[in-house]
């Protein structure tokens, strides 16, 4: 059972084209992120939601919506897309262990711009 | 604001060589500090935390212990093995805030 899944695994698309990324966790955690990575392995947070609610939105051009319809589910659409949106994308859903913050990460989706 | 500085890598260690991977936090307040590991191909998982000073975490012989007089959380392992091969970032959550903040990550490799 896969705690926290995201589709595709793989994207490939041309510059311009528009793509969205799904994310589900079947773990009941009411809060849930986009991350990307960078080529240098580099980790950025993009966004955050607590059930269904976006509380975090860090400095991420307008052509990336997040959307969440419940609070197992966060998808992120990405328009026009650019060479500099290649990365792999990863989502996480979070819990409370011993008072810390502790994230659960899907494995990642890596999308290549041509 | 909140920020991680972790060593550079790549590191590159014969197999049982002792293990120190350097982690260094600016935050203010009493953050949780984490390591998580990226094995090839995969998410992060967690690795091990600790949420006050003083405390240890500890997970499969991996260390690291909540120094706040050197706001440090350095990673240890006594003896490495080829399958610890892969990405170790460090963290940390502050109170209030939910999101983490991560270090670059160091990669390490461990030849038999």
């Known amino acids: 059972d896969t705690a926290v899944s995201q589709t595709p695994k793989y994207l490939v698309t041309q510059m311009g084209n528009d793509k969205s990324i799904k994310c589900e966790q079947n773990l009941g955690h009411d809060t849930m992120y986009w991350y990307k990575q960078d080529s240098k392995k580099f980790l950025k947070i993009m966004f955050s939601?607590?059930?269904?609610?976006?509380?975090i939105n860090e400095t991420v051009p307008n052509r990336f919506s997040p959307k969440s319809p419940d609070k197992a589910h966060l998808n992120l659409h990405i328009n026009s897309l650019e060479l500099g949106d290649s990365a792999v994308y990863f989502c996480?859903?979070?819990?409370?262990?011993?008072?810390?913050?502790?994230?659960?990460f899907g494995a990642g989706s890596r999308l290549t711009v041509l | 604001g909140d920020s991680v500085t972790q060593m550079e890598g790549p590191v590159t260690l014969s197999e049982e060589a002792f293990l120190t991977i350097n982690c260094t936090y600016t935050?203010?307040?009493?953050?949780?500090l984490f390591w998580y590991v990226q094995y090839p191909g995969e998410g992060l998982q967690l690795l091990l935390k600790?949420?006050?000073?003083?405390d240890k975490g500890s997970n499969k012989g991996f260390e690291a212990t909540y120094r706040k007089e050197t706001t440090s959380f350095h990673l240890e392992k006594g003896s490495v093995q080829v399958s610890d091969s892969a990405v170790y970032f460090c963290?940390?959550?502050?109170?209030?805030?939910?999101?983490?903040?991560f270090g670059t990550g160091t990669r390490l490799t461990i030849i038999p």
């Open positions: 996480a859903s979070s819990t409370k262990s011993s008072g810390a913050n502790v994230l659960t």
């Open positions: 963290a940390l959550s502050n109170f209030g805030n939910e999101k983490l903040t």
């Open positions: 600790a949420t006050k000073a003083d």
């Open positions: 939601y607590n059930n269904k609610e976006l509380i």
């Open positions: 935050a203010t307040g009493y953050p949780s």
